[in-house]
């Protein structure tokens, strides 16, 4: 669905050089700090921005020939842009069905109505958590192939992103060649809702793994000093000194459960793998 | 572009009041000035700002990089504003001439015909407002581009009056050179300098285009 080979990207002394891939039926994650160049991969996928190098392949398609028409197959949200707020959702109704050939306009309403969201409202005027609402309904009304969704949950209560993530899930179900790439700083939307997650830090992808691999066979452990230097390191990816002595960052959790009974092996959460892969030391 | 037409007229119903009022003054005017071209122009310039306040409202909060992200090129952007901003600047000039040929005839000021024809050939000027503001607006920002577009129009005053004054220097009789000129109607003149300023239109769009696909979001 995407393809996305050594994208190159600076701006002043950031470096962006990422290689990612979507596939059908899937929903893939990107997680990473602010700064570290999950923005602009969309951007630069979207056409927003032209990168300095590498290639995107878009639905089969190169990025330099993927033009207005392709994108009607695409449904995006931007963390930071979205139609203007002068504008009401009765006012984007007739504007989407003027940009979308398969723009679903009653599912679109009933939706806006089931969240919730004022028909006439500025949507300046909207909370945080209705424009999110928003931003995911203009995305997925208009039977998209690829959703690309930047911080598509952000500012929103755990009700509402229930609903959401459910909503996506839907999406997905309808079609099983339908795919989503989405960022977000919640871990918990992306465990219960990515395939596999994409991790980049400073512009570069610093892990990908399989989400179901990543909460299994992954673990962070605790020990002291005199344990740190008798533990086999074969399989610690990343080692970080506290001051109880060490945590590290394991995709072998079976191996040092098993092998070593005495260590406080704790169940790896994207949060901590994102934690450790960044402030931890590789050995 | 058929969906970007419609936000730009949603978006104009936020000025409603705005509009209303720029309208009433333009009524108000007629009745006290004799020079029908002034309100013509007015008209016009309100309709071709317009386009500069929408480029504004898709500006704001980098709604620009959402836009983008919809099925609309950059050209098709750029052509979607022309038409916008021809629409509106249409519909001004329009407005701007019934209401100072109705206002001239209700006065005994001003034949009908003749203000038609002082209208028709004021278009040029409309149009040609639409040439120079729409690629300075969306070069640059909207403080950076109302300063250049009182640039460009003081330049070009500063050009036409020295220009003048060269001639004067150099002996050059610029009013006996234009009756010098081959005898045309002043139907065809007007069409020439409306054909003219339809080139320069189409020279500004292809300007505008290659602006906007230069830009990064």
């Known amino acids: ?283 | 572009m058929k969906g970007l037409l419609i936000k730009d007229l949603r978006l104009m119903k936020n000025m409603g009041n705005s509009l209303a009022l720029i309208l009433l003054m333009a009524v108000g005017m007629s009745f006290y000035i004799k020079d029908i071209s002034f309100i013509v122009v007015y008209m016009a310039i309100i309709g071709t700002t317009l386009t500069s306040s929408t480029i504004s409202y898709d500006e704001f909060d980098n709604g620009n990089a959402f836009l983008f992200s919809l099925p609309v090129s950059r050209k098709d952007y750029v052509l979607e504003k022309y038409l916008f901003s021809l629409l509106m600047c249409g519909v001004g000039w329009l407005l701007g001439s019934i209401i100072a040929i109705v206002a001239g005839a209700a006065r005994h000021a001003l034949v009908p015909a003749e203000g038609l024809m002082t209208a028709v050939a004021l278009l040029p000027v409309a149009i040609g407002l639409n040439v120079v503001l729409i690629p300075l607006r969306l070069k640059f920002e909207a403080e950076k581009s109302r300063i250049a577009q009182i640039m460009v129009m003081g330049g070009f005053f500063l050009v036409c009056v020295l220009g003048a004054k060269l001639a004067e220097r150099l002996g050059i009789d610029l009013n006996a050179l234009g009756e010098r000129m081959p005898a045309m109607s002043e139907g065809a003149g007007i069409a020439a300098v409306l054909a003219v300023s339809v080139v320069l239109l189409f020279i500004s769009c292809h300007i505008s285009i290659r602006i906007m696909e230069r830009k990064e979001f």
């Not at chain 1, 190169?62 to 449904?75: E, M, N, T, W």
């Not at chain 1, 003027?98 to 723009?103: D, I, Q, T, V």
């Not at chain 1, 309904?137 to 459910?166: C, F, K, M, W, Y």
């Open chain 1, 1 to 283: 669905m995407l393809r996305i080979e050594n994208l190159r990207k600076s701006y002043g002394t950031f470096r962006l050089d990422c290689s990612m891939e979507v596939l059908p039926g899937r929903v893939t994650g990107l997680v990473g700090q602010n700064g570290a160049g999950k923005s602009t991969t969309f951007k630069a996928v979207l056409g927003l921005v032209k990168p300095d190098g590498g290639r995107i392949e878009i639905l089969g398609k190169d990025s330099s020939q993927f033009g207005a028409k392709d994108k009607q197959k695409l449904g995006v949200v931007l963390s930071n842009a979205g139609f203007s707020g002068y504008l009401t959702i009765r006012d984007i109704v007739p504007v989407m069905s003027g940009l979308y050939a398969r723009f679903d306009r009653a599912f679109f309403q009933e939706q806006a109505r089931r969240f919730g969201l004022p028909d006439n409202q500025k949507i300046k005027e909207f909370s945080t958590g209705m424009k999110a609402k928003l931003k995911v309904l203009t995305a997925i009304s208009h039977r998209a192939q690829l959703l690309i969704l930047d911080e598509p949950t952000a500012g929103l209560d755990v009700v509402a992103r229930d609903e959401l993530l459910e909503l996506l899930r839907a999406f997905m179900e309808q079609d099983e060649d339908r795919g989503i790439l989405v960022s977000s700083h919640i871990s918990g939307d992306l465990e219960s809702l990515c395939d596999d997650v994409y991790m980049i830090h400073d512009g570069k992808i610093v892990l990908h793994e399989d989400t179901d691999v990543l909460l299994d066979s992954y673990a962070v452990l605790k020990m002291d000093e005199e344990q740190y230097r008798t533990i086999e390191k074969r399989y610690i990816l990343r080692s970080r000194k506290e001051s109880f002595g060490y945590s590290c960052l394991t995709n072998q959790k079976r191996f040092y459960s098993e092998n070593y009974p005495k260590l406080a092996v704790l169940k790896g959460s994207i949060d901590e793998v994102i934690m450790m892969m960044i402030r931890g030391e590789a050995l």
